[in-house]
């Protein structure tokens, strides 16, 4: 279709909510919504982005469907992606290639790993690790003695099989255990699934310093390796998780983008026991909205710039994911999804949605972005980024991100990676200078690090590489910076829009599947994401208007600015309105209106 065409199409378009579809005959190429369709449908006439042009000209005709509300056509919109895969959405792909740990519903229940659960049973997962599964489904049936047979070998048996000779079943197809018992012991086994570690790692423990004090070590180290297993099983938190009271239930996400992929990682906790981690693979050509979406930087200027990709995906999987599964009470992500539909859902719903930038709760998020980033194979990124760069192996990489509101609170990160991984006793931040100027706070922000490095007042290595968050400006500012203090230490950015790499001679646009390329993403990201979280703790900690409002103390100072988004918008806001923030009554609504 041409520019005329989609304005034609679009000009026979209602103005009412709803849900729009390009297509190619019977292909679906892209879903999206929209709050009033005739004029969301008329800007495709003037694509943001070749890939938007391609789309767009590619399509044949255009469908639509109305809603009575924006919440029916975001769910509408989610559902309609899960079912046509158009190539041009984030598309959330199936989880069940990851193996499940289910208890089948029989009234003697067997435990089993699998990859499609039967209708019925009582799952839990998916993991992601198949050998780490297998070592605790063997564990739980030493322990508990819980059957893995099929039900053909189960019934009419006469005497019990090897698995009981062998310790791994206590033979309910016998009567060698009564039903109560039993069910007594999958309860128990049930338990460990649902983040009670110590049901599955206390009996091993046990059962460890008995074969030791036998003088069985064999024995031993290998109920010692199995212990390790166990332990690390729920992902290493302990059980404990921050916030939210003993009835709440949190999910935290994290999210890895590598080109056209997207890992996102939730962990998912329950009366403050983590009991479930799993990840789900999306594709991601451009972000959900090809870089069409735009979110403002900040509430005072309203000035817009694009959504990054991570916020695109978030976006598409909280919808596509949670459309036909429970909310819960509380979602720690690892920066703000900017879509204002998913939000107004979100708040509609009741879901306390934090990007949390200190303590426990961002420990988490750190722990959900570790598993994000996990792959199944190892491949030599930072081999294939020195040949493609023509430098020596770049063993340790420190990127550098400055994050601030139109020149207020700002400050900057320095993360570290270490052979492809984070280091995070090594990352460091800087309050910097409140200047509105891009190019000079990370001027000041590599100036400060180089001059560390000189005057040996840094008690880290020096990098074998920086990585500036941004493009050419910012990869000037910070190579004045170097030169300036003295520093020799090679330096490139990547810019986020693009997501192309520029050096001092040349700019390089690697395919989106190139392994050097995901190396850098993955610590442009995580720059990112650490000066964000410091950006908004600070400004959590700095004084608004609000502070010289009788009865509004901190606490309910920031519950304020999370429902309103600003000062503004609780100055904005009816005496109704903020009688529905927690801890507000009918005074206090009355004083923080009358004051501000």
Not at 143 to 154: A, E, M, N, P
Not at 443 to 460: N, P, S, T
Not at 466 to 473: K, T
Request: aromatic content about 6%.
């Amino acid at each position: 279709m041409d520019a005329d065409a989609v304005r034609e199409r679009a000009g026979g378009l209602p103005t009412e909510p709803g849900v729009y579809q390009f297509l190619d005959g019977d292909t679906v190429l892209y879903v999206g919504k929209a709050v009033e369709l005739r004029d969301r449908v008329r800007s495709y006439s003037d694509p943001r982005s070749e890939r938007i042009a391609r789309m767009v000209e590619r399509a044949g005709a255009i469908d639509f469907a109305v809603t009575d509300t924006e919440t029916q056509a975001l769910l509408l919109e989610a559902n309609l992606v899960k079912r046509h895969q158009p190539r041009y959405n984030v598309r959330l792909k199936d989880d069940k290639s990851y193996p499940l740990v289910q208890f089948t519903d029989h009234a003697v229940p067997r435990i089993e790993v699998t990859r499609d659960p039967e209708e019925g049973a009582a799952a839990y997962g998916p993991y992601t690790d198949k050998g780490d599964v297998e070592v605790v489904v063997k564990a739980i049936r030493e322990v508990y003695g819980l059957r893995g047979c099929s039900d053909h070998k189960y019934r009419n048996r006469e005497r019990p099989c090897l698995d009981y000779e062998m310790g791994l079943c206590s033979a309910p197809c016998t009567g060698e255990i009564d039903d109560a018992d039993y069910a007594t012991d999958v309860e128990a086994a049930k338990r460990f699934f649902e983040g009670e570690t110590g049901a599955l790692a206390d009996p091993i423990e046990r059962e460890m310093e008995r074969a030791a004090q036998a003088q069985n070590f064999e024995r031993a180290a290998n109920l010692r390796d199995r212990l390790d297993v166990v332990k690390g099983f729920h992902g290493g938190a302990g059980g404990a998780v921050a916030g939210g009271g003993d009835a709440a239930t949190t999910d935290v996400l994290g999210v890895a983008v590598e080109g056209e992929d997207a890992t996102v990682a939730r962990l998912h906790a329950e009366r403050g026991q983590l009991i479930e981690r799993d990840q789900h693979h999306l594709d991601a050509p451009e972000g959900e909205h090809m870089g069409d979406r735009r979110e403002p930087t900040d509430e005072a200027s309203g000035e817009e710039r694009p959504a990054s990709r991570v916020a695109d995906v978030l976006a598409a999987f909280l919808v596509q994911f949670y459309a036909e599964r429970d909310l819960p009470d509380r979602l720690l992500l690892p920066e703000r999804h900017g879509d204002d539909d998913v939000a107004a859902w979100l708040d509609e719903a009741g879901v306390e949605v934090e990007v949390p930038g200190a303590g426990r709760d961002a420990t988490l998020v750190d722990l959900a972005l570790k598993n994000a980033h996990r792959r199944s194979g190892e491949r030599d990124e930072l081999g294939a980024l020195a040949d493609a760069l023509g430098v020596d192996r770049p063993t340790r990489i420190e990127g550098f991100d400055v994050s601030h509101a139109q020149g207020k609170s700002v400050v900057g990160s320095d993360v570290c990676f270490v052979d492809g991984s984070a280091e995070k006793s090594e990352y460091r931040r800087k309050k910097l200078e409140e200047e509105n100027d891009d190019y000079a706070n990370m001027y000041r922000l590599v100036r400060w690090r180089a001059e560390r490095a000189v005057d040996g007042r840094d008690d880290r290595p020096d990098p074998d590489l920086l990585l500036i968050d941004g493009g050419e400006g910012q990869l000037d500012a910070a190579r004045d910076a170097l030169d300036d203090a003295g520093w020799d230490v090679p330096a490139v950015a990547l810019a986020k829009d693009e997501e192309v790499v520029i050096t001092e001679r040349r700019t390089f646009d690697w395919d989106d599947d190139a392994p050097q390329l995901h190396v850098l993403q993955r610590v442009r990201d995580e720059a990112h994401r650490f000066a964000v979280a410091y950006h908004q703790t600070l400004r959590d900690d700095v004084g608004t208007a609000l502070d010289n409002v009788a009865g509004v103390g901190p606490e309910l100072r920031k519950r304020l600015l999370r429902r309103f988004g600003s000062v503004e918008g609780v100055r904005e806001a009816s005496v109704e309105d903020l009688r529905d923030v927690e801890g507000v009554g009918e005074a206090t609504a009355e004083t923080i209106a009358g004051r501000l």
